[in-house]
Protein backbone atom coordinates (compact mmCIF):
# COMPACT_ATOMS: atom_id res chain seq x y z
CA UNK A 1 0.00 0.00 0.00
CA UNK A 2 0.85 3.55 -0.48
CA UNK A 3 2.73 5.18 2.33
CA UNK A 4 0.91 6.37 4.97
CA UNK A 5 0.63 9.87 6.26
CA UNK A 6 1.91 10.22 10.44
CA UNK A 7 -0.84 13.24 10.69
CA UNK A 8 -3.63 11.28 9.54
CA UNK A 9 -2.26 8.02 11.80
CA UNK A 10 -2.29 10.01 14.59
CA UNK A 11 -5.45 12.16 14.68
CA UNK A 12 -7.17 8.50 14.21
CA UNK A 13 -5.67 7.59 17.00
CA UNK A 14 -5.89 10.09 19.03
CA UNK A 15 -9.49 10.22 18.46
CA UNK A 16 -9.71 6.72 19.63
CA UNK A 17 -7.45 7.88 22.75
CA UNK A 18 -5.11 5.17 21.04
CA UNK A 19 -1.54 6.17 20.23
CA UNK A 20 0.95 5.46 17.17
CA UNK A 21 4.63 3.74 18.35
CA UNK A 22 6.83 5.35 16.06
CA UNK A 23 10.23 3.37 16.48
CA UNK A 24 13.72 4.56 15.89
CA UNK A 25 15.32 2.87 12.52
CA UNK A 26 19.22 2.65 12.22
CA UNK A 27 19.77 -0.20 9.78
CA UNK A 28 17.97 -2.04 6.91
CA UNK A 29 17.44 -4.74 9.72
CA UNK A 30 15.58 -2.29 11.99
CA UNK A 31 13.35 -1.56 9.02
CA UNK A 32 12.29 -5.16 8.41
CA UNK A 33 11.91 -5.69 11.84
CA UNK A 34 9.13 -2.80 12.79
CA UNK A 35 7.21 -3.60 9.47
CA UNK A 36 7.42 -7.56 10.22
CA UNK A 37 6.33 -7.02 13.70
CA UNK A 38 3.79 -4.11 12.88
CA UNK A 39 2.39 -6.85 10.32
CA UNK A 40 2.66 -9.49 12.94
CA UNK A 41 0.84 -7.11 15.85
CA UNK A 42 -1.92 -6.10 12.47
CA UNK A 43 -0.90 -2.11 13.66
CA UNK A 44 0.22 0.41 11.43
CA UNK A 45 3.45 2.30 12.65
CA UNK A 46 5.40 4.67 11.96
CA UNK A 47 9.53 4.70 11.22
CA UNK A 48 11.09 7.31 12.02
CA UNK A 49 15.12 8.10 11.25
CA UNK A 50 16.42 10.46 13.49
CA UNK A 51 19.58 13.38 12.78
CA UNK A 52 21.72 10.65 14.78
CA UNK A 53 20.81 8.28 12.37
CA UNK A 54 21.68 10.21 9.43
CA UNK A 55 25.02 11.39 10.99
CA UNK A 56 25.81 7.60 11.52
CA UNK A 57 25.05 6.44 7.91
CA UNK A 58 27.65 9.44 7.01
CA UNK A 59 25.28 12.14 6.67
CA UNK A 60 23.27 10.70 3.71
CA UNK A 61 19.39 10.59 4.03
CA UNK A 62 18.44 8.96 1.30
CA UNK A 63 20.17 5.62 1.03
CA UNK A 64 17.94 4.49 4.10
CA UNK A 65 14.94 6.59 3.61
CA UNK A 66 14.84 5.36 0.24
CA UNK A 67 15.02 1.85 1.71
CA UNK A 68 12.36 3.06 4.60
CA UNK A 69 9.98 3.79 2.16
CA UNK A 70 10.63 0.95 -0.33
CA UNK A 71 9.87 -1.40 2.62
CA UNK A 72 6.72 0.59 3.78
CA UNK A 73 5.15 0.45 0.33
CA UNK A 74 5.24 -3.03 0.54
CA UNK A 75 4.06 -3.91 3.74
CA UNK A 76 0.64 -5.34 4.96
CA UNK A 77 0.28 -2.58 7.43
CA UNK A 78 -0.08 1.05 7.22
CA UNK A 79 3.70 2.62 7.82
CA UNK A 80 4.50 6.47 7.43
CA UNK A 81 7.85 7.87 7.49
CA UNK A 82 8.76 10.13 10.04
CA UNK A 83 12.26 12.56 10.24
CA UNK A 84 12.95 12.85 14.22
CA UNK A 85 14.87 15.40 16.32
CA UNK A 86 15.83 17.40 13.68
CA UNK A 87 18.48 20.31 14.31
CA UNK A 88 19.77 21.09 10.95
CA UNK A 89 17.38 22.96 8.50
CA UNK A 90 19.34 21.71 5.68
CA UNK A 91 18.12 17.79 6.66
CA UNK A 92 14.17 19.56 7.22
CA UNK A 93 14.18 20.33 3.85
CA UNK A 94 15.43 17.45 3.07
CA UNK A 95 12.35 15.61 4.15
CA UNK A 96 9.55 15.87 1.23
CA UNK A 97 11.62 14.42 -1.46
CA UNK A 98 12.47 11.64 0.62
CA UNK A 99 8.80 10.23 1.26
CA UNK A 100 8.97 11.75 4.94
CA UNK A 101 5.23 12.87 5.74
CA UNK A 102 6.47 14.58 9.26
CA UNK A 103 9.59 15.99 11.04
CA UNK A 104 10.40 16.01 14.76
CA UNK A 105 12.49 19.74 14.92
CA UNK A 106 13.88 19.74 17.74
CA UNK A 107 15.01 23.48 19.28
CA UNK A 108 13.85 22.65 22.95
CA UNK A 109 17.88 22.88 23.87
CA UNK A 110 17.45 26.64 22.85
CA UNK A 111 16.02 29.30 25.44
CA UNK A 112 11.79 29.45 25.29
CA UNK A 113 11.94 32.80 23.12
CA UNK A 114 14.53 30.96 20.80
CA UNK A 115 12.88 27.86 20.55
CA UNK A 116 9.98 29.26 19.54
CA UNK A 117 11.15 31.91 16.76
CA UNK A 118 13.27 28.73 15.33
CA UNK A 119 9.91 26.21 15.88
CA UNK A 120 7.97 28.71 14.27
CA UNK A 121 10.10 29.25 11.22
CA UNK A 122 10.27 25.49 10.88
CA UNK A 123 6.29 24.96 11.24
CA UNK A 124 5.72 28.08 8.65
CA UNK A 125 7.86 26.28 5.97
CA UNK A 126 6.61 22.28 7.02
CA UNK A 127 3.11 23.28 6.20
CA UNK A 128 3.87 25.23 3.27
CA UNK A 129 5.27 21.69 2.06
CA UNK A 130 2.37 19.58 3.36
CA UNK A 131 4.24 17.86 6.10
CA UNK A 132 2.92 17.48 10.03
CA UNK A 133 5.17 19.07 12.31
CA UNK A 134 5.99 17.93 16.00
CA UNK A 135 8.63 19.83 18.70
CA UNK A 136 9.41 19.47 21.46
CA UNK A 137 8.98 22.10 24.96
CA UNK A 138 10.60 21.22 28.14
CA UNK A 139 13.84 18.47 28.40
CA UNK A 140 13.67 14.91 27.89
CA UNK A 141 17.13 14.49 27.97
CA UNK A 142 19.53 11.81 27.63
CA UNK A 143 20.17 12.26 23.67
CA UNK A 144 24.02 11.41 23.01
CA UNK A 145 24.77 10.53 26.28
CA UNK A 146 24.11 13.55 28.34
CA UNK A 147 22.95 12.58 31.97
CA UNK A 148 19.26 12.85 32.62
CA UNK A 149 18.42 16.91 33.67
CA UNK A 150 17.46 17.41 37.36
CA UNK A 151 13.83 17.10 37.12
CA UNK A 152 13.94 20.12 39.32
CA UNK A 153 15.61 22.23 37.43
CA UNK A 154 13.55 25.12 35.86
CA UNK A 155 12.27 23.84 32.35
CA UNK A 156 13.22 20.33 32.53
CA UNK A 157 9.60 19.46 32.89
CA UNK A 158 7.07 20.78 30.39
CA UNK A 159 4.52 23.65 31.89
CA UNK A 160 1.20 23.51 30.95
CA UNK A 161 0.46 27.09 30.73
CA UNK A 162 3.75 27.96 29.10
CA UNK A 163 3.13 25.00 26.56
CA UNK A 164 -0.51 26.44 25.38
CA UNK A 165 1.57 29.32 24.79
CA UNK A 166 4.13 27.97 22.52
CA UNK A 167 1.54 25.75 20.74
CA UNK A 168 -0.37 29.06 19.53
CA UNK A 169 2.52 30.95 19.01
CA UNK A 170 4.50 28.25 16.71
CA UNK A 171 1.30 26.17 14.78
CA UNK A 172 2.84 22.91 15.52
CA UNK A 173 1.00 20.18 15.04
CA UNK A 174 1.68 18.18 18.35
CA UNK A 175 3.99 18.21 20.89
CA UNK A 176 6.58 16.23 22.76
CA UNK A 177 6.69 16.69 26.79
CA UNK A 178 8.95 16.11 29.40
CA UNK A 179 6.87 14.07 32.35
CA UNK A 180 9.34 12.13 33.52
CA UNK A 181 10.93 9.74 30.47
CA UNK A 182 14.58 9.77 29.66
CA UNK A 183 15.96 9.19 26.04
CA UNK A 184 18.58 6.48 25.96
CA UNK A 185 16.98 4.05 29.22
CA UNK A 186 17.99 0.03 28.86
CA UNK A 187 16.65 -0.26 31.95
CA UNK A 188 12.61 -0.09 32.30
CA UNK A 189 12.33 1.56 35.56
CA UNK A 190 11.10 5.66 35.31
CA UNK A 191 8.21 6.59 35.89
CA UNK A 192 6.32 9.37 34.74
CA UNK A 193 4.94 12.54 36.07
CA UNK A 194 0.73 11.87 35.64
CA UNK A 195 -0.64 15.01 37.04
CA UNK A 196 1.61 16.71 35.19
CA UNK A 197 0.29 14.71 31.97
CA UNK A 198 -3.15 15.44 32.83
CA UNK A 199 -2.90 18.81 32.92
CA UNK A 200 -0.98 19.02 29.91
CA UNK A 201 -3.48 17.24 28.17
CA UNK A 202 -6.05 19.55 29.75
CA UNK A 203 -4.36 22.76 28.52
CA UNK A 204 -3.53 21.28 25.18
CA UNK A 205 -5.75 20.64 22.35
CA UNK A 206 -2.86 18.88 20.06
CA UNK A 207 -1.41 14.65 20.20
CA UNK A 208 0.70 14.94 22.50
CA UNK A 209 4.14 12.91 22.07
CA UNK A 210 6.37 11.00 24.99
CA UNK A 211 10.13 10.55 23.81
CA UNK A 212 12.30 8.29 26.02
CA UNK A 213 9.71 5.59 26.03
CA UNK A 214 12.06 2.51 26.09
CA UNK A 215 12.63 3.15 29.60
CA UNK A 216 8.94 2.62 30.90
CA UNK A 217 7.75 -0.36 31.90
CA UNK A 218 4.06 -1.79 30.52
CA UNK A 219 1.79 -0.13 33.11
CA UNK A 220 3.72 3.50 32.74
CA UNK A 221 3.31 2.98 28.68
CA UNK A 222 -0.24 2.12 28.95
CA UNK A 223 -0.98 4.85 31.31
CA UNK A 224 0.57 7.38 29.26
CA UNK A 225 -1.89 6.89 26.94
CA UNK A 226 -4.72 6.47 28.82
CA UNK A 227 -3.48 9.99 30.23
CA UNK A 228 -3.25 11.38 26.63
CA UNK A 229 -0.08 10.33 24.34
CA UNK A 230 -0.83 9.85 20.88
CA UNK A 231 2.75 8.87 19.81
CA UNK A 232 4.70 6.34 21.68
CA UNK A 233 8.40 7.05 20.57
CA UNK A 234 10.47 4.11 21.08
CA UNK A 235 14.41 3.56 20.04
CA UNK A 236 17.16 2.20 22.69
CA UNK A 237 14.61 -1.05 23.28
CA UNK A 238 14.92 -2.60 19.63
CA UNK A 239 18.99 -1.58 20.25
CA UNK A 240 19.12 -3.44 23.50
CA UNK A 241 16.76 -6.54 21.78
CA UNK A 242 19.27 -6.77 18.95
CA UNK A 243 22.64 -6.13 20.33
CA UNK A 244 21.74 -9.35 23.52
CA UNK A 245 20.58 -11.45 20.83
CA UNK A 246 23.31 -10.61 18.90
CA UNK A 247 26.09 -11.06 21.48
CA UNK A 248 24.27 -14.55 22.69
CA UNK A 249 24.66 -15.46 19.15
CA UNK A 250 28.36 -14.88 19.16
CA UNK A 251 29.25 -16.50 22.25
CA UNK A 252 27.44 -19.51 21.47
CA UNK A 253 29.18 -19.60 17.38
CA UNK A 254 32.55 -17.89 18.09
CA UNK A 255 33.54 -19.65 14.87
CA UNK A 256 30.49 -17.25 12.67
CA UNK A 257 31.57 -14.97 10.02
CA UNK A 258 28.60 -14.82 8.09
CA UNK A 259 27.01 -11.34 9.30
CA UNK A 260 23.68 -13.13 7.78
CA UNK A 261 23.77 -15.50 11.13
CA UNK A 262 23.87 -13.08 14.05
CA UNK A 263 22.09 -10.00 11.88
CA UNK A 264 19.28 -11.96 11.27
CA UNK A 265 19.27 -13.21 15.16
CA UNK A 266 18.85 -9.57 15.93
CA UNK A 267 16.50 -8.62 13.41
CA UNK A 268 14.23 -11.33 14.78
CA UNK A 269 14.43 -9.77 18.22
CA UNK A 270 13.57 -6.52 17.42
CA UNK A 271 10.46 -7.91 15.25
CA UNK A 272 9.64 -10.06 18.58
CA UNK A 273 10.06 -6.38 20.98
CA UNK A 274 8.21 -4.60 18.19
CA UNK A 275 5.32 -7.18 18.08
CA UNK A 276 5.18 -7.01 22.03
CA UNK A 277 5.50 -3.54 22.16
CA UNK A 278 2.74 -2.52 20.01
CA UNK A 279 0.78 -5.06 22.00
CA UNK A 280 1.16 -3.54 25.21
CA UNK A 281 -0.14 -0.27 23.50
CA UNK A 282 -2.84 -1.35 21.72
CA UNK A 283 -4.15 -3.80 24.16
CA UNK A 284 -3.07 -2.99 27.69
CA UNK A 285 -1.15 -6.10 28.34
CA UNK A 286 0.38 -8.72 25.92
CA UNK A 287 -1.67 -11.27 25.15
CA UNK A 288 -0.49 -14.70 24.09
CA UNK A 289 -0.27 -13.77 19.97
CA UNK A 290 2.18 -11.64 21.06
CA UNK A 291 6.05 -13.28 20.27
CA UNK A 292 7.99 -12.22 22.85
CA UNK A 293 7.48 -12.53 26.59
CA UNK A 294 7.67 -9.78 28.99
O1 LIG B 1 12.79 10.18 19.49
C1 LIG B 1 13.10 9.04 19.84
C2 LIG B 1 12.72 8.50 21.12
O2 LIG B 1 12.49 9.47 22.04
C3 LIG B 1 13.40 7.24 21.52
O3 LIG B 1 13.82 7.21 22.87
O4 LIG B 1 15.58 5.50 22.58
O5 LIG B 1 14.86 6.19 24.82
O6 LIG B 1 13.34 4.85 23.39
P1 LIG B 1 14.44 5.85 23.44
ZN1 LIG C 1 13.25 11.44 21.36
Redesign the pocket.
Known amino acids: MPLAATGELIAAAAAARHAVP?F?VITLEHVEAVIAGAEHAGAPVVL?V?ENAVKYRYGRLLPLARAAAEAAERAAVPVALHL??IHSDGLLRQAPGAGFSSV?YDAARLPYEENLAATRAAADWAHAQGLWIEAELGQ?G?KNGEPPPDPHAPGARTDPQEAAAFVTGTGVDALAVAVG?????TTRTAALDHGLLKRLSAALDIPLVL?????LPDGELTAAVAGGIAKV?????L?VAMTGAIREFLAAHPEAADSRGYLGVGREAMVRTVDRLITVLRDGDAPSHALEAP
Request: without cysteine; glycine residues 16%; aromatic residues 0%.
Open positions: ANQSDHMVGSTHAMHGSSGNIGTAN
